[in-house]
């Protein structure tokens, strides 16, 4: 009832099309009624005139029967076109509010959760419940019309082999709601079972590169095969339950056609039933037995739609851990001064912190870097600016305000960041350099790009800007990815800007070459870069040392090196390598 009252008000919208599509189911019914009804009548009327009356007759009634099944037509039409579409439509819905709630979601989310899983819950869940949403209510209203109508005009014909017929389908309604408690959990286990597939396919694929450098194939099939196999096992017992369910009910149904004969002949044998009307009566059988088939059937439709939308549920009820406050504030005229007050942070409460009281300012207009080991701490501090996670003690404040009372919009508005690992859209060169800037003319992005020192490279391209870069940049070098990326955030034109190891996956003369386009990017805007190779930083007007026990040095780079301490440790090192 919970899940009723959470899909109901999918409908809303299209409220007019579901009314006339029942109106419309219900005259389908409404003429399958009619047809054995009127053999019924004929019998004991029309057929018993003289030749020429019956000729006459029929003529005027065939003129009839097909005006009505030319009806019949146009309604069967309207709930197969329309209700479909009703049914896309509200699949299309859940899929968009689906994706606009995955993409509120921080960070953290997508750390404990896995793609494969979401794109299952994104595609194959929503079709079953676009099913279900135009079968469902057409189905159970067509059956309970057709029930009713026939169980009337049946008790009208025979009391008591009607009766007998009622009481075998409450044993078979008794039986199919026991077992469908059981198909319920089968099918939800599918559904589970189906996004692990999906898991596994978009792990290996997603990473074929890997596989294919260290011949991994035989792992991956290995890998893929467990969750085959487990998605196989959750079929055998979905079709266990189901064959037993299906039997079941033809089990009952070969009762009634039993009890129609037996009691029919003993009915016959007193005087009460004439041959003809148990001729019609088994006409009857059919058109009362069909709806208990659909409603057995769609048992099936419910269970995978119920699945699907609970899994959609449960994604919709997360409440994301970072939202805007009711009276978040829009960042207007960023100057660029940045403040880390006594922030501390973990990923999970029951985690050890990643950061312990960290104090640091940064001035507008200022470099300065950030270095230190690998689990230090260095990109965390830095994903904390942008709010890609909430600090768990402190402020991080922007131009003197706190990032948790800024719109998220506003506050990543002002933030540039270019990364050591590139993501790259599967379109062309001018829509990645364009996603700095929405709606950017291509004046703009060709300035950008020169900026970048990357307009030659894109103008030597077969198709210019308009070459396509394959997915995740897989057409273009390391070099160019970057540089891509850099004239993003030219084309963005931020106040603040973030290096987060931004030349280390590089080798050194593309880096050299990355080196000056980052030196121009960073002309004049606040820039916090985190780094690896040391001889990169040496002119940031501070440079901090931290590890996982807080900030140890600070200075520049000359101060550093006269202090003889961790910084002057790592640079020698570096040095003694070169």
Request: include cysteine.
């Given at each position: ?9 999918y ?16 005259i ?8 054995p ?11 018993l ?15 009839l ?6 009806v ?10 329309q209700?479909h ?28 959760n896995n ?14 419940i ?20 026939s ?26 709601f ?15 079972k ?5 898991s596994s396919l ?6 074929i ?5 260290f ?10 095969d ?13 079709y ?20 129609v ?11 009460t039933l004439?041959?003809?009307d ?20 769609f048992?099936?439709q419910?269970q ?6 609970q ?5 919709m ?5 970072i939202?805007?406050?009711p009276?978040a ?34 001035d ?6 950030i270095?230190?080991?690998?689990g230090?701490g ?18 991080v404040?922007v ?6 009372k ?22 062309t ?7 700095g ?13 020169k900026k ?6 894109i ?5 210019g ?12 070098s ?8 850099i004239?993003?955030v030219?084309?963005?034109n ?19 070459y ?7 990017l ?26 996982s026990?807080g900030?140890?040095?600070k ?7 006269a202090?003889d ?14």
């Open positions: 009832m919970d899940l009723l009252k959470k899909f109901i008000p409908y809303k919208p299209y409220i007019g099309v579901f009314l006339l599509d029942l109106v419309a189911a219900s389908l019914s409404v003429i399958d009624l009619v047809f009804q009127l053999l019924r009548v004929l019998r004991g009327t029309l057929f005139e003289t030749p020429d009356k019956i000729i006459s007759g029929v003529i005027k009634l065939a003129i029967l097909l005006l009505m099944y030319t019949r037509f146009l309604c069967k039409h309207y709930v197969t076109y209700g579409m009703m049914g896309a439509r509200m699949e299309s819905g859940m899929r968009s509010d689906l994706f606009e709630k995955f993409e509120q979601f921080s960070f953290s989310y997508y750390d404990k793609t494969g899983e979401m794109m299952s819950k994104l595609v194959s869940d929503l079709f079953d676009s099913e279900l949403a135009h079968h469902g209510p057409e189905n159970i209203f067509i059956s309970v019309v057709k029930l009713i109508g169980f009337i005009i049946l008790m009208t014909m025979n009391v008591p082999m009607t009766l007998i017929l009622a009481v075998i389908v409450c044993c078979m309604a008794v039986f199919s026991r077992q469908n408690g059981i198909m319920r959990k089968t099918f939800f286990d599918n559904r589970k189906i996004a692990g597939i999906n978009q792990d290996t694929l997603g990473g590169r890997v596989v294919k450098s011949t991994g194939e035989d792992i991956e099939k290995e890998k893929f467990r969750s085959n196999e487990a998605f196989l096992e959750s079929k055998k017992a979905n266990k339950t189901m064959a037993l369910f299906f039997s079941g009910n033809n089990f009952f149904d070969g009762l009634m056609y039993i009890a004969i037996f009691f029919g002949g003993i009915f016959i044998a007193k005087g004439s041959v003809e148990l001729a019609v009566y088994a006409l009857y059988i059919n058109v009362f037995i069909a709806p208990v088939h659909i409603l057995i059937e048992t099936e419910l995978k739609g119920a699945a699907g939308f899994r959609f549920r449960d994604v009820d997360v409440v994301p851990e939202q805007d406050a009276d504030e829009v960042l207007t005229d960023c100057k660029g001064d940045v403040d880390y007050e006594d922030v501390s942070f973990s990923y999970d409460e029951d985690e050890e912190r990643v950061l312990s009281h960290i104090d640091l300012h940064v507008a207009g200022k470099r300065i870097a270095v230190g080991p690998s230090g260095k990109s965390t501090l830095c994903s904390l600016l942008p709010r890609f996670y909430d600090v768990t003690k402190g402020a404040k131009d003197g305000k706190d990032v948790r800024l719109t998220q919009k506003s506050l990543r508005g002002v933030i540039g960041i270019v990364q050591q690992d590139v993501y790259l859209f599967n379109g060169v001018r829509e990645n350099i364009a996603y800037k929405q709606g950017a003319s291509l004046d703009e992005i060709i300035d950008a790009a970048a020192d990357l307009h030659d490279f103008s030597s391209l077969p198709n800007y308009d070459t396509l870069v394959g997915e995740r940049g897989a057409r273009l390391g070099g160019q990815k970057q540089r891509i990326s004239a993003r030219f084309l963005k931020p106040p603040i800007l973030i290096l987060d190891e931004a030349t280390s996956a590089l080798d050194n003369e593309s880096e050299r990355i080196q000056q386009s980052l030196d121009k960073s002309d004049g805007r606040t820039t916090i870069t985190i780094a690896h190779r040391l001889s990169t930083i040496r002119n940031a007007d501070e440079i901090i040392v931290l590890d026990d900030i140890q040095e200075g520049n780079h000359k101060e550093l090196l202090k301490g961790i910084y002057a440790k790592y640079y020698k090192m570096q040095v003694g390598e070169a």
